[in-house]
């Protein structure tokens, strides 16, 4: 991490962003669209690629609202890393595996990566913008 002021920050910061990156995996996960666009600022940003970008919590509301699960799914996230942090904004790249529950039990649909900026407002932690990519 760089440009935060202490070692208590850069370990606050990661822990925000490490809880802010799990709430979204579990409320996609369980179609809580509410509790999910809740995790985005007023004005933030949802870019997926293939899909398209919805920006402010309407158009976010919507964008996901489209693309209700059908089976169980989860995502798993790993690896993620705080690339820059201050005591109010973070930027942080993480790996995703996207599972589904099929009729033989779970496979893996698509991996790829989370690229994120958050910000704090009024002492909680929210996506600013979130870019989802698929790796081939």
Known sequence: MSTS???????SVAAAVQSAVAAYAHALDANRIDDLVELFH???????????????HDAIRQGYAAFAPTRP????????????????EATA???LAFFQRGDSGWAVQLV???????????GEWRFQ?????FLP
Do not use: C, M, W
């Open 93 to 95: 790249v993480s790996n």
């Open 73 to 88: 799914q989860l995502h798993l996230v790993g690896n993620t890393v705080v690339t820059s942090a201050t005591e109010d």
């Open 112 to 122: 790829g990566r989370y690229d994120d900026t958050l910000r704090r407002k009024d």
């Open 42 to 56: 007023p004005d933030g940003v949802a870019e997926i690629a293939g899909v398209g970008t919805f920006e402010g």
């Open 5 to 11: 002021t202490d070692a208590s920050t850069d370990a």
């Open 129 to 133: 913008r979130r870019v989802t990519t």
